[in-house]
């Protein structure tokens, strides 16, 4: 075994993939540690408050890794640059809203209302991803191939389905409460605004076959799922506190995690495509 021409290789590995090693590293580490937390059943302890305050640096990580990459591309000057800047702002104020949910736990010791200022990030992270999907359509020419009918229907086809579901699932004894409507608008704005980004992404996925022979379709698919994702552990959300079910650092938190996780991924795999046919 040649050690020396072993330890040659690993430093190549390491330099060229630096920032997956360091994303999958800490996701095995906080995945160790929830399912310790899950063997020990610990339930609203410190453990607990200090987990949902720890997982989400995988989000500033994601954001920062975002930034770095999107001044490399252009900035906001290009659409490309300033679709990676809104998906890192997302990431920045998803966390806002992460650490500000743990805060009522671990600092003021009381129940996270609903709205709270955690909301702020959680609903705030909907238009900074609008804005990065819209970005991305622009980057693939999206707006000529809006001129087909099917590509109109599908834009609408498509939020219309995942609003059905998420009345069906959550929505349908809801009871409105005019006296807050902050609420209200939350409840159903939620699915709502991530109806809205999903769709358009996975239009931009049936056209980007035809952006650079389609050698961006597998990123493009990268962040639909994190999407789908992010969309998921939203859902779940609503679904769990409006049954008073939620638990911190339960399958919920995990799904949070999940959902920044795949959008770092996403990032350094669109930061490795653009190196290559820069």
Request: proline fraction near 3%; hydrophobic fraction near 55%.
């Amino acid at each position: 075994l040649d050690i020396s021409a072993y330890s040659k290789i690993m430093r190549r590995v390491i330099k060229k993939d630096l920032p997956l090693i360091i994303a999958v590293s800490f996701f095995s580490i906080i995945t160790v540690w929830w399912i310790i937390l899950q063997l020990l059943g610990v339930r609203e302890q410190l453990h607990n408050y200090i987990f949902g305050g720890t997982y989400g640096l995988i989000a500033v990580y994601g954001g920062i890794l975002g930034i770095f990459i999107a001044q490399k591309w252009g900035g906001f000057k290009s659409s490309l640059g300033r679709f990676v800047y809104f998906i890192a702002f997302g990431l920045f104020i998803e966390e806002f809203g992460q650490l500000a949910f743990t805060s009522y736990n671990l600092f003021l010791k009381i129940q996270v209302p609903y709205p709270s200022i955690a909301d702020i990030g959680f609903f705030g992270l909907i238009p900074f991803y609008i804005l990065a999907v819209i970005s991305l359509a622009h980057t693939v020419g999206l707006k000529f191939s809006l001129k087909s009918i099917g590509a109109k229907l599908q834009l609408i086809f498509i939020p219309v389905i995942m609003l059905v579901i998420s009345y069906a699932l959550f929505l349908q004894d809801y009871t409105f409460d005019f006296d807050n409507p902050v609420k209200i608008l939350l409840d159903f704005g939620y699915p709502l605004g991530h109806a809205i980004y999903i769709s358009i992404t996975i239009l931009i996925l049936s056209l980007s076959r035809k952006y650079l022979g389609g050698i961006m379709r597998n990123t493009i698919f990268f962040f639909l799922f994190a999407f789908l994702m992010q969309y998921i552990a939203e859902f779940n959300f609503l679904f769990q506190s409006s049954r008073g079910t939620w638990v911190n650092a339960g399958y919920g938190d995990y799904l949070y995690f999940l959902a920044y996780f795949f959008m770092t991924l996403t990032i350094i795999q669109l930061n490795n495509i653009l190196r290559k046919i820069r």
